[in-house]
């Protein structure tokens, strides 16, 4: 199964959930990401984010969602609804679902304020990746319908406070 996380820049919040999920994924499912107006690189904080937790970065860039090695099973977008961004609309035959997450590539204030912008939205994305990985995948890959919702359910999650 191949997954796309969409959003439109394609810099931080997609490239966060794609890595995060190869790093995760059992074999047999695949993440990609895309934008429907690329920004043309990754930013250096997802980039430092990535590596700090441990996950590759090797091969992630930027790229529109005009360019797909694949089609998609599913596509989640990531935009965030709440801050008036317009969430790219993917055409085809695909399940969709919208994951919203705050862009951090916006975020102000001092550099821990905005690093602690990139880490809300790389664990807001992590803890909805495992959740959507601790499904019964294997029988939902047959049963679309309780497959998105469940992806919608997931699409509300927020990290446990720790």
């Known amino acids: 199964m191949n997954i ?23 074999p047999g499912w695949r993440a990609m990401s895309a934008g429907s107006k690329p920004a043309g690189y990754v930013h250096p904080r997802s980039i430092d984010l990535l590596g700090c937790e441990g996950i590759s970065t090797a091969g992630y860039h930027s790229k529109s969602w005009d360019n797909l090695p694949v089609t998609p099973d599913i596509v989640i977008t990531v935009c965030s609804n709440a801050a008036g961004e317009t969430c790219p609309a993917f055409l085809g035959p695909v399940l969709r679902t ?38 019964p995948l294997e ?24």
């Open 98 to 135: 919208h994951w919203g997450v705050e862009d951090p590539a916006h975020a102000t204030g001092t550099n821990e304020q905005i690093d602690a912008a990139f880490m809300t939205a790389y664990c807001i994305l992590r803890t909805r990746i495992e959740a959507f990985l601790a499904l």
């Open 4 to 26: 796309l996380f969409l959003c439109t820049g394609n810099s931080c919040r997609s490239i966060l959930a794609e890595a995060t999920f190869n790093h995760i994924a059992p």
């Open 139 to 162: 029988e939902l890959k047959n049963d679309r319908q309780h497959l998105k919702t469940e992806l919608d359910r997931i699409g509300t999650l927020l990290p446990s406070a720790s």
